[in-house]
């Protein structure tokens, strides 16, 4: 990780959010708030962090850690991880780190969040930057009770559910490669951000609870509604070997406002052309 950025954290109630920072050397500098996708950690970005340093950029710069990833807190065993609930998470941080001038990066789960939230709060937020994903996930109305069962039984699942270890963190590490078909190099610093060692056991530090079905989603037209709503200059980078259906042309239609860019990679395609990431994020901030 590169050393300019610093471990921070900030109290939300009883809970403790983690991120890193790299401060500006001025109070008016832009703020570029980086919010990484689900089961990942603020270190999905850490390809990305040495090119900001080796461009000398004047920005304040903060990765987080979602509730319930990382080093930040978990939720009470009581309370589980609505969606809507990270928008709210994402809110609170940025009030309370004083964040002005935000454009917003997010990947996966963190660029939907991302959207929504500049979607609720265009004052806010000077530019949205998504990376493989754009619209909301959204489903048929008619499905809502099938998915609130769906949702209840993984939480009674996980109420059942032990604890298991992991053997060494060379079992971690392939574990996350197999999940991401990413190489060891790009997986590490992710890993090593999500591990703790217990005797000569390894465990993730990620709340088991992430991984419960959710209970709700939106519908379409909700779908399409936030995305309508977003008015800030906007910018969508998509990986040439990512999710399928975000290329599709019935779900790029309804973005015309986005600027929309590919890049060689999968899922992590910020870790796997970082270069290329960079560039397009540097060119949407700064024409703000």
Same mark, same amino acid.
């Given at each position: 990780?590169d050393?300019?950025? @610093?471990?921070?954290?900030?109290?939300?109630?009883?809970?403790? $959010?983690? =991120?890193?920072?790299?401060p500006?050397?001025k %109070?008016?500098?832009k %703020?570029?708030?980086?919010?990484h996708?689900?089961m990942?950690?603020?270190?999905s970005f850490?390809?990305?962090?040495?090119?900001?340093?080796?461009?000398?950029?004047?920005?304040?710069?903060?990765?987080?850690?979602?509730?319930g990833?990382?080093?930040?807190?978990?939720?009470?065993?009581?309370?589980? =991880?609505n969606?809507?609930?990270?928008?709210d998470?994402?809110?609170r941080?940025? $009030?309370? +780190?004083?964040a002005?001038?935000?454009?917003?990066?997010g990947?996966?789960?963190?660029a939907?969040?991302a959207?929504c939230?500049?979607?609720?709060?265009?004052?806010k $937020?000077?530019?949205?930057?998504?990376? #493989?994903?754009?619209?909301?996930?959204s489903?048929?109305?008619?499905?809502s009770?099938?998915?609130?069962? @769906?949702g209840?039984?993984?939480?009674?699942?996980?109420?059942?559910?032990?604890t298991?270890?992991?053997?060494s963190?060379?079992?971690?590490?392939?574990?996350?490669?197999?999940?991401?078909? +990413?190489p060891?190099?790009?997986?590490?610093? !992710?890993? #090593?951000?999500?591990?703790?060692q217990?005797?000569?056991?390894?465990?993730?530090?990620?709340?088991?609870?992430l991984?419960? /079905?959710?209970?709700?989603?939106?519908?379409?037209?909700?779908?399409?509604? !936030?995305?309508?709503?977003? %008015?800030?200059p906007?910018?969508?980078?998509?990986?040439?070997?990512? =999710?399928a =259906?975000?290329?599709?042309? /019935?779900?790029?239609?309804?973005?015309?406002?986005?600027q929309? #860019?590919? $890049?060689e990679?999968?899922?992590?395609?910020?870790?796997?052309?970082?270069?290329q990431v960079?560039?397009?994020?540097?060119g949407?901030?700064?024409?703000n």
């Amino acid at each position: 990780m590169d050393s300019s950025f @610093k471990e921070q954290s900030v109290k939300i109630d009883d809970r403790t $959010v983690a =991120y890193l920072e790299r401060p500006a050397s001025k %109070t008016a500098a832009k %703020t570029v708030v980086f919010v990484h996708g689900w089961m990942d950690n603020a270190a999905s970005f850490h390809a990305l962090f040495p090119l900001i340093e080796q461009h000398a950029l004047d920005w304040r710069v903060i990765a987080i850690d979602l509730p319930g990833h990382g080093h930040s807190s978990h939720k009470s065993e009581h309370h589980f =991880y609505n969606f809507h609930d990270y928008v709210d998470d994402l809110h609170r941080i940025l $009030v309370k +780190l004083h964040a002005v001038d935000v454009c917003l990066v997010g990947h996966s789960l963190g660029a939907l969040i991302a959207s929504c939230y500049s979607a609720a709060f265009p004052e806010k $937020v000077s530019c949205l930057v998504q990376i #493989e994903a754009h619209i909301p996930l959204s489903e048929s109305p008619q499905l809502s009770p099938e998915r609130l069962r @769906k949702g209840i039984e993984s939480r009674e699942r996980w109420r059942n559910k032990t604890t298991k270890s992991i053997p060494s963190k060379q079992d971690a590490i392939a574990m996350r490669e197999r999940a991401t078909k +990413l190489p060891t190099e790009a997986v590490l610093p !992710i890993v #090593e951000r999500d591990l703790r060692q217990l005797g000569d056991k390894w465990v993730w530090r990620h709340d088991s609870k992430l991984k419960c /079905e959710s209970v709700y989603r939106m519908s379409e037209p909700q779908a399409l509604a !936030i995305m309508e709503a977003v %008015t800030v200059p906007h910018l969508i980078i998509l990986g040439q070997r990512g =999710y399928a =259906y975000l290329q599709r042309p /019935e779900c790029l239609q309804p973005l015309r406002s986005a600027q929309i #860019e590919m $890049v060689e990679g999968d899922h992590h395609c910020h870790l796997e052309s970082p270069e290329q990431v960079f560039e397009l994020i540097l060119g949407r901030v700064n024409k703000n």
